[in-house]
């Protein structure tokens, strides 16, 4: 979208350097009136002014385009220089310099980096002034430079600020349409489990019986996946996920649920537990599970099949921990910083995840009061829940 000349000449008043350079032009050279215009093919206006004189600019203020010399030097990129208009030999006859009671006076182009002429920069008095066989054209220059520069940092600070608010926007759109697509999931989902229980009360061939598990089991991750995207949804648009805390349910009861479920799962693979929870943590039982579930999953799927994974739960020092550890290949210390991110997949996966799952963990680590983090060496990668215990 364009930028209008009105927010132009109001981000470049902003600017407290071309404030200061307009000022320090004015001392060294004496001119009564030093400003900086935008200028485009319809408008002149001042962004930025130093009237000495009473000549009545200021910023915002705007001339006829016609009734300037701006528009003639942003066209050629020329500068306008005359010392004594009555007595100089081009600007004596032209109507400007008496129209404005204008006797001395120059304009530079401001030329931005790539190459597009903002405006100028331009001085002017009521008296005679030593502009053109001097060393102010060249002053005006360099000080035409510097400002170039400091309204293309303000242009590029402008378009980094526009492309974050589409950003954000794009994101939050993207979240809201996982929203709506995880809740419209939930209907046709809940039919497809309802006919596969159906058919697997009936009476089947072997071949049937392996069909209807199958379908079963990917019901079942399908379902997973739109919970997945609804936590997503939730943690993003939301204000996290929401718990509900149940003191009566023993949290050695919600561990050992998981376990049996990846036991049964996975059963050629090894898990060897140690639960001391003398204190009980305040959790809510189905999202600890679900956190305890991705966990033990992810060493499941990345962990390596030889190797026992490892899990161990202790009270102690006014804390509770949980871990969940697996060997296999170390985890590289940059995909650690990203591992809780959404949509992280580590290299080389070979499941056909959506990269949620620890991302949602860590929400509900966090919606718990507790952390989750990482270590991971070539010895073991180990997965540690922490969160402070109500004190008594």
Same mark, same amino acid.
């Given at each position: 979208?364009?930028?209008?000349?009105?927010?132009?000449?109001?981000?470049?008043?902003?600017?407290?350097?071309?404030?200061?350079?307009?000022?320090?032009?004015?001392?060294?050279?004496?001119?009564?009136?030093?400003?900086?215009?935008?200028?485009?093919?319809?408008?002149?206006?001042?962004?930025?002014?130093?009237?000495?004189?009473?000549?009545?600019?200021?910023?915002?203020?705007?001339?006829?385009?016609?009734?300037?010399?701006?528009?003639?030097?942003?066209?050629?990129?020329?500068?306008?220089?005359?010392?004594?208009?009555?007595?100089?030999?081009?600007?004596?006859?032209?109507?400007?310099?008496?129209?404005?009671?204008?006797?001395?006076?120059?304009?530079?182009?401001?030329?931005?980096?790539?190459?597009?002429?903002?405006?100028?920069?331009?001085?002017?008095?009521?008296?005679?002034?030593?502009?053109?066989?001097?060393?102010?054209?060249?002053?005006?220059?360099?000080?035409?430079?510097?400002?170039?520069?400091?309204?293309?940092?303000?242009?590029?600070?402008?378009?980094?600020?526009?492309?974050?608010?589409?950003?954000?926007?794009?994101?939050?759109?993207?979240?809201?349409?996982?929203?709506?697509?995880?809740?419209?999931?939930?209907?046709?989902?809940?039919?497809?489990?309802?006919?596969?229980?159906?058919?697997?009360?009936?009476?089947?061939?072997?071949?049937?019986?392996?069909?209807?598990?199958?379908?079963?089991?990917?019901? #079942? &991750?399908?379902? =997973?996946?739109?919970?997945?995207?609804?936590?997503? *949804?939730? !943690?993003? @648009?939301?204000? /996290?996920?929401? $718990?509900?805390?149940?003191?009566?349910?023993?949290?050695?009861?919600?561990?050992?649920?998981?376990?049996?479920?990846?036991?049964?799962?996975?059963?050629?693979?090894?898990?060897?537990?140690?639960?001391?929870?003398?204190?009980?943590?305040?959790?809510?039982?189905?999202?600890?599970?679900?956190?305890?579930?991705?966990?033990?999953?992810?060493?499941?799927?990345?962990?390596?099949?030889?190797?026992?994974?490892?899990?161990?739960?202790?009270?102690?020092?006014?804390?509770?921990?949980?871990?969940?550890?697996?060997?296999?290949?170390?985890?590289?210390?940059?995909?650690? #910083? &990203?591992?809780? =991110?959404?949509?992280?997949?580590?290299?080389?996966? *070979?499941? !056909?995840? @959506?990269?949620? /799952?620890?991302? $949602?963990?860590?929400?509900?680590?966090?919606?718990?009061?507790?952390?989750?983090?990482?270590?991971?060496?070539?010895?073991?990668?180990?997965?540690?829940?922490?969160?402070?215990?109500?004190?008594?």
């Amino acid at each position: 979208m364009p930028v209008r000349v009105e927010d132009w000449a109001a981000e470049v008043a902003d600017i407290a350097a071309i404030d200061e350079i307009l000022e320090v032009i004015c001392q060294i050279t004496g001119l009564g009136v030093v400003a900086v215009a935008h200028v485009t093919r319809e408008r002149w206006m001042a962004c930025n002014a130093r009237d000495r004189i009473g000549f009545g600019l200021a910023s915002g203020t705007e001339l006829p385009l016609a009734q300037t010399f701006c528009q003639g030097v942003c066209a050629t990129g020329d500068a306008v220089i005359f010392d004594d208009a009555p007595n100089d030999p081009v600007y004596s006859t032209h109507p400007l310099p008496g129209q404005y009671g204008i006797v001395s006076y120059i304009s530079v182009p401001i030329t931005l980096p790539d190459g597009v002429v903002f405006g100028t920069l331009c001085g002017f008095d009521a008296r005679p002034n030593r502009l053109r066989d001097s060393a102010v054209p060249g002053l005006f220059g360099l000080f035409a430079q510097l400002i170039a520069r400091h309204i293309e940092d303000r242009r590029a600070l402008r378009a980094s600020r526009q492309e974050l608010a589409e950003t954000r926007e794009t994101a939050r759109l993207r979240e809201q349409f996982l929203a709506v697509l995880g809740h419209d999931l939930r209907n046709p989902l809940a039919a497809l489990r309802a006919g596969t229980n159906i058919l697997g009360r009936g009476e089947l061939e072997d071949e049937q019986r392996e069909l209807v598990d199958a379908m079963r089991q990917t019901t #079942e &991750r399908m379902a =997973q996946l739109v919970e997945n995207l609804l936590d997503l *949804a939730r !943690g993003r @648009l939301a204000d /996290g996920i929401r $718990i509900d805390p149940a003191s009566d349910v023993p949290l050695t009861r919600t561990l050992g649920a998981v376990l049996d479920e990846i036991a049964r799962a996975h059963p050629e693979r090894r898990i060897e537990t140690d639960l001391h929870i003398a204190a009980e943590p305040a959790v809510d039982p189905l999202r600890f599970a679900q956190m305890f579930s991705n966990l033990l999953g992810n060493a499941v799927t990345h962990g390596c099949p030889d190797a026992p994974i490892r899990v161990s739960a202790a009270s102690r020092a006014g804390r509770f921990e949980l871990s969940v550890a697996n060997g296999g290949q170390p985890i590289p210390a940059e995909a650690q #910083e &990203r591992l809780f =991110q959404p949509y992280f997949r580590q290299a080389g996966a *070979a499941h !056909g995840g @959506l990269g949620l /799952g620890l991302y $949602i963990a860590a929400q509900i680590a966090q919606a718990h009061g507790g952390s989750l983090s990482v270590q991971s060496s070539e010895a073991e990668t180990r997965f540690t829940f922490s969160m402070p215990l109500a004190s008594g």
